[in-house]
């Protein structure tokens, strides 16, 4: 997804969870720099990493990073 900003949910589940970026980072195997990345939507996380933060959050993929209508198939 380079160049492409995404829309998610990461930063409004984490703030439910009340958990720093950086423990988000320590739970998911990933730097603090990557949750910051992702929050903004200019980092889009492999499927390995949606699921993983999704688990962390205590919701699903789906939920995290809903597709809108102007997303590609």
Known sequence: MTGTRRDNRVREFRK???????ELGAQV???R??????EKG????????????A????????D???LTEEDPA
């Open 42 to 53: 200019d980092y889009a996380p492999s499927v390995y990493l949606a699921l993983r933060l």
């Open 64 to 66: 995290l990073f809903p």
């Open 29 to 31: 195997g990933v730097s």
């Open 33 to 38: 720099q990557s949750i910051v990345s992702t």
């Open 55 to 62: 688990r962390a959050l205590g919701t699903t993929v789906e």
């Open 16 to 22: 439910q969870m009340r958990i720093t970026q950086a």
